[in-house]
């Protein structure tokens, strides 16, 4: 299975926000950003923070996707 952020890049883009606001809103390094924007694995502790900050749930800004 891989793991998708698609959702929450469309998130982003329905509350008018970028991805420096994300960061900001939820306390999280720019690396991080940058992890999820290449659909790598972060800590769930930054999902937390994304979650918290956009007010959603895990399954708001993430997807798991079969490999292909």
Do not use: F, H, R
């Amino acid at each position: 299975m891989a793991i998708s952020y698609k959702k929450l890049w469309k998130l982003l883009i329905d509350k008018d926000m970028k991805k420096k606001d994300l960061q900001k809103a939820a306390g999280i390094s720019s690396a991080s950003i940058t992890k999820l924007g290449k659909n790598e694995n972060v800590n769930t502790e930054i999902l937390q923070k994304i979650c918290t900050a956009l007010e959603c749930d895990i399954c708001d800004i993430m997807e798991m996707l079969p490999k292909d």
